[in-house]
C-alpha cells in the first residue's frame, strides 16, 4: 500500500536478502552455510525469537565494510519508498558488529552514507536509532555508547532489543542516563515477548517516548489506561508477531482491539528480509487480514508521522501529514 507513513521499527540488518547476502558473502570471501538463495529463504522459518536471532547473527558475517552497510541501507530505502515510506527511522545494532571485529565507525559511517543522501535519491527522510542488546551486559552497551561518541551527530536515539525474556530493561538504567545526558532521544522493545511489567520499566526507569512492540500492554488494562492518557506511541510490527509466533494468524492480532482503546498505535515492519513484508505490506496485511477500512488504515499513517522525531523540523511533519490526508484510496 502506498499510503504515505513512518517506519519507526525497522533492523537495518533485518533488511538483509538472500540475494544481497549471498554478492556480499562472494565480495568477501565468506562462506554461508548454504548453497543457493532458495535454500536460504527457506531457512526462513522460525519457531519464536531465538530461532530467528540464530540465523539472523549467523548471516551478519557478510557485512563487513562501509560500502556493505552503505549498500544494505540503500537497498532497504529503494524498497520503503516503493511503498510509500516516506520518513524511516531505522535501529542498527553496533555490538553485533563489533563483536565480530568490524568497528563501529565503519557501521555509522557506511549506514550514514546512504541515509544522508535518501532523501534526494529515493525521497526518504531518515534518521538512525543506536540499540544496545539487551542480552549482553549493561557494561558492554555503555562501552558502546562511549564507542559512538565520536558519531553522535548521525544519531538521533538510542533504542534496546534483541533476546527480551530474562533481560528487563531496568539492567540498563545507567546506559539509558547516559544517554539522556547526551541528548539522545529513547525507545526500548518492551512487551513482544516480555511481560507488561517490562513496558512500565521501559516507561518509568529507562525514561523511553515509544514503546517498540508493546503488545502484551493488552494484558494490563491500567497500563493501557496510561498509555493512553500519555499518548505513548507503540511500534507494532505486525507480520514479525505471526512469523515469531506471538500471534497464531494475523485475524488473532490485538490491532483492532488497541485502536478501539485509544491507543496510539503504529504499524511497521521489524525485519522485513526474514518476516515477509515490508512496511507497504504489512498495511496491506492488517487490512486485509482484519478487515481495516481507510480511516483506521488513515490514523495508522497519521499515528506515524505524529510519533516521528521530527520535533526540529515540524514544517516536514506538517507535510507529511498533509500527504497522508490527501491520500485516495482505490
Ligand atoms: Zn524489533
Given at each position: 500500500?502506498?499510503?504515505?507513513?513512518?517506519?519507526?521499527?525497522?533492523?537495518?540488518?533485518?533488511?538483509?536478502?538472500?540475494?544481497?547476502?549471498?554478492?556480499?558473502?562472494?565480495?568477501?570471501?565468506?562462506?554461508?552455510?548454504?548453497?543457493?538463495?532458495?535454500?536460504?529463504?527457506?531457512?526462513?522459518?522460525?519457531?519464536?525469537?531465538?530461532?530467528?536471532?540464530?540465523?539472523?547473527?549467523?548471516?551478519?558475517a557478510v557485512l563487513r565494510t562501509e560500502d556493505d552497510f552503505a549498500?544494505?541501507?540503500?537497498?532497504?530505502?529503494?524498497?520503503?519508498?516503493?511503498?510509500?515510506?516516506?520518513?524511516?527511522?531505522?535501529?542498527?545494532?553496533?555490538?553485533?558488529?563489533?563483536?565480530?571485529?568490524?568497528?563501529?565507525?565503519?557501521?555509522?559511517?557506511?549506514?550514514?552514507?546512504?541515509?544522508?543522501?535518501?532523501?534526494?535519491?529515493?525521497?526518504?527522510?531518515?534518521?538512525?536509532?543506536?540499540?544496545?542488546?539487551?542480552?549482553?551486559?549493561?557494561?558492554?552497551?555503555?562501552?558502546?555508547?562511549?564507542?559512538?561518541?565520536?558519531?553522535?551527530?548521525?544519531?538521533?536515539?538510542?533504542?534496546?532489543?534483541?533476546?527480551?525474556?530474562?533481560?528487563?530493561?531496568?539492567?540498563?538504567?545507567?546506559?539509558?542516563?547516559?544517554?539522556?545526558?547526551?541528548?539522545?532521544?529513547?525507545?526500548?522493545?518492551?512487551?513482544?515477548?516480555?511481560?507488561?511489567?517490562?513496558?512500565?520499566?521501559?516507561?518509568?526507569?529507562?525514561?523511553?517516548?515509544?514503546?517498540?512492540?508493546?503488545?502484551?500492554?493488552?494484558?494490563?488494562?491500567?497500563?493501557?489506561?496510561?498509555?493512553?492518557?500519555?499518548?505513548?506511541?507503540?511500534?507494532?510490527?505486525?507480520?514479525?508477531?505471526?512469523?515469531?509466533?506471538?500471534?497464531?494468524?494475523?485475524?488473532?492480532?490485538?490491532?483492532?482491539?488497541?485502536?478501539?482503546?485509544?491507543?496510539?498505535?503504529?504499524?511497521?515492519?521489524?525485519?522485513?528480509?526474514?518476516?515477509?513484508?515490508?512496511?507497504?505490506?504489512?498495511?496491506?496485511?492488517?487490512?486485509?487480514?482484519?478487515?481495516?477500512?481507510?480511516?483506521?488504515?488513515?490514523?495508522?499513517?497519521?499515528?506515524?508521522?505524529?510519533?516521528?522525531?521530527?520535533?526540529?523540523?515540524?514544517?516536514?511533519?506538517?507535510?507529511?501529514?498533509?500527504e497522508v490526508e490527501a491520500y485516495a484510496f482505490d
Amino acid at each position: 500500500m502506498h499510503l504515505p507513513k513512518a517506519e519507526l521499527h525497522l533492523h537495518i540488518e533485518g533488511t538483509l536478502e538472500p540475494e544481497l547476502a549471498f554478492a556480499l558473502a562472494e565480495r568477501n570471501g565468506v562462506t554461508l552455510p548454504y548453497a543457493t538463495t532458495e535454500e536460504l529463504r527457506a531457512a526462513y522459518q522460525f519457531d519464536d525469537l531465538q530461532s530467528f536471532l540464530d540465523l539472523y547473527y549467523a548471516l551478519m558475517a557478510v557485512l563487513r565494510t562501509e560500502d556493505d552497510f552503505a549498500e544494505l541501507a540503500d537497498a532497504y530505502l529503494a524498497r520503503a519508498a516503493a511503498q510509500g515510506v516516506r520518513h524511516a527511522e531505522i535501529f542498527f545494532d553496533p555490538q553485533a558488529h563489533t563483536a565480530r571485529g568490524v568497528p563501529i565507525g565503519t557501521v555509522i559511517e557506511g549506514l550514514g552514507r546512504a541515509l544522508e543522501r535518501s532523501e534526494e535519491t529515493h525521497g526518504v527522510s531518515t534518521q538512525l536509532i543506536l540499540c544496545f542488546l539487551r542480552d549482553l551486559s549493561a557494561e558492554s552497551a555503555l562501552g558502546t555508547l562511549d564507542a559512538a561518541k565520536p558519531y553522535l551527530h548521525r544519531i538521533s536515539a538510542v533504542g534496546l532489543d534483541s533476546a527480551e525474556v530474562g533481560h528487563p530493561p531496568a539492567k540498563f538504567r545507567e546506559v539509558y542516563e547516559a544517554a539522556t545526558a547526551l541528548g539522545l532521544r529513547k525507545v526500548a522493545h518492551a512487551g513482544e515477548e516480555g511481560p507488561p511489567e517490562y513496558i512500565r520499566e521501559a516507561l518509568d526507569i529507562l525514561g523511553v517516548e515509544r514503546v517498540d512492540h508493546g503488545l502484551r500492554c493488552m494484558e494490563d488494562p491500567e497500563l493501557v489506561a496510561r498509555l493512553v492518557a500519555d499518548r505513548v506511541p507503540l511500534t507494532l510490527c505486525p507480520l514479525s508477531n505471526v512469523t515469531l509466533r506471538t500471534v497464531d494468524t494475523l485475524k488473532d492480532h490485538p490491532l483492532p482491539a488497541m485502536l478501539a482503546a485509544g491507543l496510539h498505535c503504529t504499524v511497521n515492519s521489524d525485519d522485513p528480509a526474514y518476516f515477509g513484508g515490508y512496511a507497504g505490506d504489512n498495511f496491506d496485511a492488517v487490512r486485509d487480514a482484519l478487515a481495516l477500512g481507510p480511516e483506521q488504515l488513515r490514523t495508522l499513517a497519521r499515528n506515524s508521522f505524529e510519533a516521528a522525531f521530527l520535533d526540529h523540523d515540524e514544517e516536514r511533519r506538517a507535510r507529511y501529514l498533509a500527504e497522508v490526508e490527501a491520500y485516495a484510496f482505490d
